[in-house]
Nanobody, 125 residues
Framework: QVQLVESGGGLVQPGGSLRLSCAASTLDYRAIAWFRQAPGKEREGVSRIRSSDGNTYYADSVKGRFTISRDNAKNTVYLQMNSLKPEETAVYYC????????????????????WGQGTQVTVSS
């Protein structure tokens, strides 16, 4: 199993930016994805990065505003979020796909084997 720890959440004004970090205990995974869950809503996929080649994938709602990246030397995946909207207030989670089940089911939660504890992002004036 891979242990994941998220950080970087907080309060930001609409239109502002935040960078989330996901520190992994090892690099032994096929991909890392970011999900978010707002109160009363289902968990939804935001972005995913493949370990082998850095290939990235984004939900349509965040394309052009969010950027996922990795620093293998630090075992860390980042999510840079720009132009944040109030409706993006949620707990953000990172998750590790250990076996590649998310290759064709990128944002299906059952494709992921390890989850972090989440970090709260609040977008409000």
């Amino acid at each position: 199993q891979v242990q994941l720890v998220e950080s970087g959440g907080g309060l930001v004004q609409p239109g502002g930016s935040l960078r989330l970090s996901c520190a992994a205990s090892t690099l032994d995974y096929r991909a890392i994805a970011w999900f978010r869950q707002a109160p009363g809503k289902e968990r939804e996929g935001v972005s995913r990065i493949r370990s082998s080649d850095g290939n990235t994938y984004y939900a349509d709602s965040v394309k052009g505003r969010f950027t996922i990246s990795r620093d293998n030397a630090k075992n860390t995946v980042y999510l840079q979020m720009n132009s944040l909207k109030p409706e993006e207030t949620a707990v953000y989670y990172c998750a590790a796909d250990l076996y590649g089940r998310g290759t064709f089911a990128r944002f299906v939660t059952s494709s992921y084997d390890s989850w972090g504890q989440g970090t709260q992002v609040t977008v409000s004036s």
